[in-house]
C-alpha cells in the first residue's frame, strides 16, 4: 500500500479544519476531502483498509499527501467544492445535472437586455430561469416575451441611434430601443423588470402591475393598449394555472432531495417549492464508476447538496431524504446560510406535507433509476459517457444531431438530419433538405445545410444539440464550422466521422480519434451514422424518380398537374398535345393555357 510510506507525514499534519489531496505518482488528484481535524481524518484512512473495496482502490495509488489548512470547517467545505470542480478527482463522487433541459437567459449586463436560450448556468450576472421541462416551453415563454413586453431579439448593439425600426417593431415584437424617439433605454428597463417578473415566476405580482397600467390606459381612452393589457393578463393566468403542479400554501419556499442508489448507479431528484407549489423538478445522475455498492446513501446526498447549491440559491429549509451526521449538517448549515444571506436549515421530515412532498421525490427518484438504468439505458449511458470523455465534452451528449448528403453525379444533390436523445432516435425530429447551391460541391452542401438548420433552431430558440455528428471527414468538419461561425454559435462541438477507418475528426486535433472496435460508443455513432445514410438515400430516391417522371409539359407556365394530366388523357400523349389544334387546345384548358401551349411549341420548332 503505497499510502503506507506517508505515516510520518500523516503524524505531522495539524489538528485543525482544513482540506487534504491524495494524488498519485504521475500527480494526478484521486481525492480530495475535508475535514474538521486533518490529522484524524486522514489517518482514519489508514485503519479502513482492507475493510472498504473503494478505500482498497484509492490506497493502492496514492503516493502525495497535501494539506490546505482553513479558519472553520465551512470554509473547508466551500474550498473542496471549489477543488473538485477544477480538478475533477476520479475517486470523489460527481453527479451530473439533466442538461436536456434548457434554461433562459436575460442578458442584465447589457445595455438592452434580450432573452436567450441557454444550455448551462453561468456566473456571468445574466438571470437565469429553468431549467424548463419540456424543452418546448422554454421557447413559448420566450416568445411571450416578445409578444407580451417587446423584448428584443436581434443581436444588434443597441444605442438608440437607428434611425428607423425594424419589422419586428412594425408587428409589435419589440418595443424597438434601437430608436431613441420611440422607445428610451430607461422605458425598456421597465418592459425587461416585467419579462424579469415572468421568468421567476411571479406571475400573480406581474399580472398586478398589468391591471394598474390596463385601468390606466382606459382612463386616458388608450383602448387598444387597454385591450392588449386584458389579454396579456389572461395569458398569464392561464400560464400560471399550467404551471401549478402542486400546491401546498403552508410548505412556501423549500427544495426536497431524494436519493435512488443501486449498483448501476444513483439518482438524485431535487423538488424545488416555491410560494407552496413545486415549480421544477431536477436531476442529478452519476454512473456506477463512480458509485460503488460500498458508498451509502448518506455521501452521495452530502456530495450533491454541496454540487448542486454551488449554482443555486438556497431557499430557507431543505428536506433530504436521509438522515447525515450531526457536525455535516452543521457545516452544510453553516455554508447554505452564508450563500442565501440568511438562516437555511437541512432537516429529516417524519410526517405531514413535508414528509409528502419528500416522498414525491423520492418515488421519482426511484422511477427514474428504473428507468435510466434498466439494460438497454445503460449501455447507452455508458456509451455517451465514452463520448463525453473522449471528446472532452463538458457534459454528457444527450442530444445528438448528424448530418448527411447523398446525390448522384452531382444531381438531385439532398441531405438528411436524423437527432438521436439518450441513446434513441428520434424519428418526429428527422429533416430532409433539398441542396440549393452547387450539386457537385459536397462540402459547400454541407455548409449550406448546416446554416439552414441552425438559423432555424435559433429562431425557434432551440432545441441546440449536444454534439454535431457530421458525416464525413476533415472538408466536411470545416464546412460544417464555417456555418456555425456565421450563426455565432461555433461554441457548438461537431466532429466527423469517416467511413473507412472510422474515425472521429475535432477540428482541434490533426489526426483522427479511434474508438476502440465493438465498444457501445463506437456502436452507437455507427447507427446514429448509418440511420442518417438511410434517411437521406431514401429522400433522394424519392426526388430522383420524381425527376425521371417529369414531364415535357411541367416546362409550360400554367400548366401544373391537374392540366398535365387532362391534356395527357385527352390527347394521349405529348406528341398528341403538340400537334392539337389551338381550338382542340381551347376546349380542354382554356384560351389562356392553350395560348401558352402554342407558344411554347413553336419556340421549340
Known sequence: MAIQELKAQIAHLPEQPGVYLFSNDAGETLYIGKARVLRDRVRSYLAAFGLNPRIDALLRHVTRLEAIVTDSVVEALALENQLIKQRNPRFNILLRD???????????????????????????????????????????TMALTHRLFGIRSCNEVIDGRRDRPCLEYDIKRCVAPCVASICTLDQYRHVVGQARLLLEGR????????????IDAAVEERFERAAFLRDAIRTLETLQARQQKMATPSLGDRDAVAVKAG????????????????????????????????IASELILEAA??????????PPEILVSDALEADVVESLEAWLSGKAGRK????????????????????????????????????AFAALETLREVLSLPTLPHRIECFDISTLQGTNTVAS?????????????????????????DFASMEEVVLRRYRKVLEQGG?????????GGKGQLTAAYAALRQLGLEQLVAVGLAKQEELLFRRDRIEGIALPHETPALRLVQ?????AHRFAVTFHRTKRAASSLRSALDDIPGIGVRRRKLLLTTFGSVAGVRRASREDLERAVGAKAAKAIVEHFARQS
Open 98 to 140: 439533466d442538461k436536456t433541459y434548457p434554461y433562459l437567459q436575460l442578458t442584465t449586463t447589457e445595455p438592452a437586455p434580450r432573452v436567450l436560450v441557454a444550455r448551462r448556468v453561468e456566473r456571468d450576472g445574466s438571470v437565469y430561469a429553468g431549467p424548463f421541462m419540456p424543452a418546448s416551453l422554454a421557447r413559448q
Open 463 to 471: 432545441p441546440f444539440p449536444d454534439l454535431i455528428l457530421i458525416d
Open 203 to 214: 406571475q400573480e405580482e406581474l399580472a398586478e402591475q398589468l391591471r394598474i397600467e390596463m
Open 344 to 379: 437555511v436549515r437541512v432537516v429529516v421530515p417524519q410526517r405531514g406535507d413535508k414528509r409528502g412532498l419528500l416522498d414525491l421525490a423520492m418515488r421519482n427518484a426511484t422511477l427514474s433509476y428504473d428507468t435510466h438504468f434498466s439494460e438497454g439505458h445503460v449501455g
Open 417 to 441: 438530419m436524423v437527432v438521436c436523445v439518450d441513446g434513441r432516435m428520434r424519428r418526429g425530429e428527422y429533416r430532409k433538405f433539398a441542396v440549393r447551391g452547387p450539386a457537385t460541391d
Open 527 to 531: 447507427r446514429i451514422r448509418d440511420e
Open 263 to 294: 449498483p448501476a448507479g444513483a439518482i438524485v431528484q431535487v423538488f424545488q417549492m416555491r410560494r407552496g407549489r413545486v415549480v421544477e423538478r431536477i436531476e442529478m445522475t452519476s454512473s456506477s464508476e463512480a458509485i460503488s455498492p460500498e
Open 305 to 314: 447538496l454541496q454540487q448542486f447549491y454551488a449554482e443555486q440559491t438556497p
